[in-house]
């Protein structure tokens, strides 16, 4: 099946995950069939989300805590002090297997030591916001919109295929949906001036490294030696050799401090949802989320039972271009193994343009390694290491950045990070500045620029290429409402044909939702991904 199917469901209220409020958290939504991935990292790019095949959208300036997706710079990445306390913790634990009695903590209180990281839609606490027990409570994997409980049509692809084989064959060779086809990334001027300014330290000052104190005092020594007219020596001091080796120690160096005489190996596993590899460890990584959710999220054992539906089953369809990455591009399980025990997943999909961090678990006995700030480092990694091979793939995805809970705002620890505006589809470095401002209004437009416009706005005259699949067939809006048996009206425009077939039939030719979905997803995905009209 060489298209992205999606069944659209308009607008959902439901329960807020994060200020508890009943039906106040407003979005749209739709069941992905399947999806493919260049397709998601489109939809992603304008605010939707998806939890397992249900996608869905907020609609931020409705809803009761606005969420705005967040993205950080993989490539421009920057190790602060406690990000790098973990990773030598880890390291040292590997070393020797001993853990410092200050580093011991109660599995059911505070999970946050020293952790400042993002990890990504898992408990708060362990990236260092809350100390409260109930913060465990929030960003689990049961606070996000689930889809409603609506009639889902069956699709067989094998006899939609085969219905249209014209169609399939030229969507083979379409340079958007050819697995053989180098990922390109769309340049899109509004964006790319945003990303310049943010890139720039003159913009805010944010973006600039500052110089720690001894390294100051260092410069000013040696410049009141060189005033003396004493000669400054060539060798540095020890000091400011390991502060040199200290500053420029990347993640790749600290993973690779690992020795063949450590007490405990580490070892990750990079399994997709679909292969032989997930299925044979299946038992134990739904053993771990079982433990994970009871502990920390306080689930009650007998309701866990959503494992496979949120964290398996996934619309992305497998691609492996040869220019892609070296496991192609879909949804992957990333296992972190302690000796032969799986102590940790990270749920991800890997896109054109980033790794999109969906859901992470670990063991709560482990909780001391501060294993949700530890697998978000190991993400951005994974980043960097992809970003190799595959240069427009250099982007880390956090979900979303929910400035109104507080305990949420955790995400926005990893710099440079950016936020997404929910009306020009522009992104905007998360400053100081843009914190003080969601201080003030929960909901901003993000983009200052009030001519910056939507480049992929939907306007109701790109309705008649809108893409359909209704009764097993591949057509256009415009020849949908074309067939229609109403002789009277052939030659009448087709919004006037929509309105007198709903009149005369009382049946709906779903216009006005099929406008409003391609507003949400833009106009070139409403005319490339196929909307299910039943």
Request: net charge neutral; proline share 4%.
């Amino acid at each position: 099946m060489k298209f992205t199917i999606n069944q659209y469901f308009s607008k959902q209220n439901s329960r807020c995950g994060y200020c508890k409020g009943t039906k106040c958290s407003i979005s749209h939504g739709m069941h992905s069939y399947t999806m493919f991935p260049e397709d998601y990292q489109e939809l992603i790019d304008r605010g939707w989300r998806r939890s397992g095949l249900y996608c869905y959208k907020p609609l931020n300036n409705e809803t009761c805590c606005p969420c705005y997706t967040i993205k950080c710079d993989a490539l421009e990445f920057k190790l602060n002090k406690s990000h790098k306390k973990i990773l030598k913790r880890m390291t040292r634990f590997l070393r020797d297997g001993k853990k410092d009695k200050n580093e011991e903590t109660d599995r059911t209180g505070d999970f946050s030591k020293d952790a400042v990281g993002s990890c990504v839609d898992i408990d708060e606490d362990d990236c260092g916001g809350g100390t409260d027990k109930q913060s465990a409570s929030v960003g689990g994997i049961n606070d996000e919109p689930r889809e409603p409980k609506l009639p889902i049509p069956n699709i067989n692809f094998d006899v939609i295929a085969a219905a249209n084989q014209e169609r399939h064959e030229e969507a083979q060779r379409s340079p958007e949906h050819f697995d053989d086809q180098v990922p390109t990334e769309v340049e899109n001027p509004v964006i790319a001036t945003e990303t310049e300014c943010a890139s720039k330290s003159s913009c805010d000052g944010s973006n600039q490294q500052r110089k720690k104190a001894k390294t100051i005092r260092l410069e000013r020594r040696q410049a009141k030696l060189a005033a003396k007219g004493i000669e400054v020596s060539n060798c540095e001091t020890s000091a400011s050799k390991k502060q040199k080796v200290s500053q420029g120690k990347t993640l790749a160096d600290y993973f690779a401090d690992a020795s063949a005489n450590d007490k405990h190996k580490l070892q990750l596993k990079l399994v997709h949802v679909e292969g032989q590899e997930f299925k044979d460890t299946l038992k134990n990584s739904y053993a771990l989320y079982q433990k994970y959710q009871t502990v920390v999220h306080k689930d009650p054992p007998t309701k866990i039972t959503d494992y496979l539906e949120f964290l398996q089953e996934s619309p992305l369809k497998y691609t492996k271009p040869r220019s892609g990455p070296q496991d192609g591009y879909g949804s992957f399980h990333q296992q972190y193994w302690l000796d032969d025990k799986l102590i940790a997943v990270g749920v991800i999909d890997i896109l054109p343009h980033c790794v999109s961090s969906v859901y992470f678990f670990y063991d709560p006995d482990y909780s001391f390694l501060s294993l949700g700030t530890y697998g978000s480092l190991r993400e951005i990694d994974l980043v960097q290491q992809l970003a190799k091979k595959v240069p427009a793939l250099k982007y880390y995805y956090m979900g979303f950045y929910i400035h109104s809970c507080p305990k949420m705002r955790y995400k926005g620890r990893l710099e440079p990070s950016y936020l997404l505006c929910p009306e020009a589809y522009t992104w905007h470095l998360l400053t100081d500045e843009t914190r003080r401002k969601l201080d003030e209004s929960k909901y901003q437009r993000l983009n200052s620029n009030t001519d910056a416009q939507d480049v992929e706005n939907f306007q109701t005259s790109d309705l008649s290429k809108v893409m359909l699949l209704y009764d097993n067939a591949y057509l256009t809006y415009h020849r949908y409402i074309q067939s229609l048996n109403i002789p009277t009206i052939d030659n009448m425009l087709d919004a006037i044909r929509s309105r007198i077939y709903k009149k005369i039939t009382g049946d709906d030719d779903d216009r006005d939702l099929i406008i409003e979905y391609g507003k949400l997803v833009g106009k070139s995905l409403a005319h490339r991904m196929l909307y299910v009209k039943t």
